[in-house]
């Protein structure tokens, strides 16, 4: 037992020893450099945003197919209709008041104007089939010569009226600025219908159709 212990003595001490260095290293040890900072991430812009392009106003159509509730917005609909007093190709007078009592398809155009030729003859035909009904169809040509208006009538064959509206007053007088146009009268002398040119016959006939009450008017 005696000599056991000068053993264990010198373990310990040698551990003390060991553990003395140790601390001794971790306390001269020069502090680590300090690390380079991370570079910033630069904040992300927003990409611009891009707005659908948008689409083009839709434009008033001339091919017939447009719906008459688009076209019937601004044309004194249910209104009296304006005065109409002209004179008229190859003598007389158009006098819209004197007609009071008749259906009365008003036309403005011009003979210039493409879409007006082709209509000249549908509005012939809607003319001669609904005769009947004491139906007038009056063209009215704008700021141009008799004798243009009236070589166009016959070119054409038309049997309606054609009217002369010299100066534009009529046209201004019923906002006719767009040529054609055309306006349905019902006998009564209230405007229940327009629609812009150049139009087929299914919106003719419709137009026919609120001024010719009790009638089928087929295009």
């Keep these: 037992m005696p000599t056991r212990l000068p053993i264990v ?4 001490s040698g551990v003390l020893a060991a553990a003395l ?3 001794a290293v971790v306390l001269l040890a020069p502090d680590p450099a300090p690390s380079a900072p991370l570079p910033s991430t630069p904040a992300r812009t927003a990409a611009p945003s891009v707005a659908p392009s948008a689409s083009p106003a839709p434009t008033a159509s001339t091919s017939g197919s447009a719906s008459p509730s688009a076209v019937s917005g601004n044309f004194h609909v249910g209104q009296p209709a304006p005065p109409l007093r002209v004179p008229q190709v190859a003598g007389g007078t158009v006098d819209l008041a004197a007609l009071r009592g008749r259906p009365v398809w008003v036309n ?3 003979t210039d104007c493409p879409p007006c030729r082709d209509e000249f003859p549908l509005m012939n035909g809607f003319a001669v089939r609904y005769a009947s009904t004491n ?28 009217g002369l509206d010299t100066d534009g007053a009529a046209q201004a007088a019923w906002s006719a600025i767009v040529l054609p146009v055309h306006f349905w009268i019902d006998a009564t002398g209230v405007v229940r219908e327009g629609a812009l040119g150049g139009i087929g016959p299914d919106i003719m006939a419709h137009g026919l159709q609120t001024i010719l009450p009790g009638v089928t008017v087929t295009p």
Excluded: K, N, Q, W
């Design 9 to 12: 003595a010198g373990l310990l």
């Design 21 to 23: 260095i140790v601390v």
């Design 108 to 110: 403005f155009m011009r």
């Design 135 to 162: 139906l007038v169809v009056v063209a009215i040509d704008v700021r141009e010569p008799e004798t243009t208006a009236d070589d166009f009538a016959r070119s054409l064959g038309a049997t309606f009226p054609v």
